[in-house]
């Protein structure tokens, strides 16, 4: 495949292939640790994907085969958040997983190495997780002063059961690539040499199929874990396709030609 590049970044690499774009956490030297500009850089490329209706899926990954990420930078975290170029303290990962929640299209995780901490909460929020045989996972915050009382939690709670999720985030033990598939906290296990190859298959597959079928069920599985936020997205949806529709046009026009719609012509479904 040929990856171009989409645009310049100082932490993560930005590339797409056709219709599929990949995101590159890219601080190898640090286990691809996120600092608040790594965040930053990457809510700009998602929020490219998300604009461009040529995109149809989104890979996350990080950089080498040594680790996908390993969490916040420890090294820049002050009191009260990591900080970055600004010098304010915050947690922006929080809006860069809700905003991989929202996004209309497939995000697919492809881990290779170290998935740990706030970096396996990215790898949570992602529709589909494949990984290579040398991934492994967990939760460490409760071993460095911090925790995920988000998604990170009651998320993880629906995918792999409270039970699990409470052994994952009290005991801080890492997990094997096939421990995380037993667990159903991923998708596949693959060897390392095919993960890219076989992520690219799951890609090109899901390319194929209706793009509002597969919007529609992103959120409506999501509104089910996310209360009204969630249906808010899934109504948008709704909106987005009513607005298309010659009864949704017909409001619009009255109005803009001050004149009473006429509602009447639309059949009443059952
Ligand atoms: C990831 C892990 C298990 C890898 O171990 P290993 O042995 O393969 O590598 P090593 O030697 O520990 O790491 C290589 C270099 O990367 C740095 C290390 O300090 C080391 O640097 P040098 O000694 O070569 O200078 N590094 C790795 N992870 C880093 C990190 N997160 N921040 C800064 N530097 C990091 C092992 O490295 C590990 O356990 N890392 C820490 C994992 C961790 O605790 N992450 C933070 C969890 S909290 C969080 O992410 C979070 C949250 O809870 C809530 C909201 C937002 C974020």
Redesign the pocket.
């Known amino acids: 495949v040929n990856w171009e590049k989409v645009k310049d970044y100082e932490e993560i690499i930005f590339e797409r292939a056709d219709k599929i774009a990949k995101i590159t956490i890219n601080r190898p030297?640090?286990?691809n640790?996120f600092t608040p500009n790594t965040v930053e850089e990457m809510i700009e490329a998602f929020t490219i994907c998300r604009d461009d209706s040529s995109i149809g899926v989104i890979i996350l990954t990080g950089a080498g085969d040594?680790?996908f990420c390993?969490?916040?930078?420890?090294?820049v975290r002050g009191n009260g958040g990591y900080v970055g170029k600004d010098k304010i303290a915050r947690?922006n990962?929080l809006d860069l997983q809700h905003l991989i929640r929202i996004i209309p299209k497939p995000v697919v995780a492809m881990v290779r190495g170290?998935s740990?901490?706030?970096?396996n909460i990215l790898q949570l929020v992602c529709d589909l997780t494949i990984a290579a045989d040398n991934a492994k996972f967990g939760q460490?915050?409760p071993?460095?002063g911090?925790?995920?009382a988000g998604y990170g939690s009651g998320y993880l709670g629906r995918v792999i059961g409270h039970k699990r999720a409470k052994e994952v985030w009290f005991l801080n033990h890492f997990y094997t690539a096939e421990e995380a598939y037993q667990m159903n906290w991923i998708n596949k296990v693959v060897p390392l040499a095919d993960v890219e190859s076989v992520t690219l298959d799951w890609c090109n597959e899901m390319l194929e199929k209706s793009p509002t079928a597969l919007r529609f069920i992103k959120a409506a599985m999501n509104a089910d874990t996310d209360g009204l936020a969630g249906i808010q997205q899934l109504g948008g949806d709704a909106t987005m396709l009513f607005y298309q529709t010659d009864e949704g046009k017909e409001g619009r026009d009255a109005f803009n030609e001050k004149r009473k719609p006429d509602f009447d012509q639309f059949p009443k479904f059952p």
Not at 70 to 75: A, F, H, Y
Not at 116 to 119: A, E, I, K, P, T
Request: net charge neutral; no cysteine.
């Open positions: 030297e640090k286990r640790a040594l680790a390993s969490g916040g930078d420890q090294s947690l990962v170290w740990v901490g706030g970096g460490t915050g071993k460095v911090s925790f995920d």
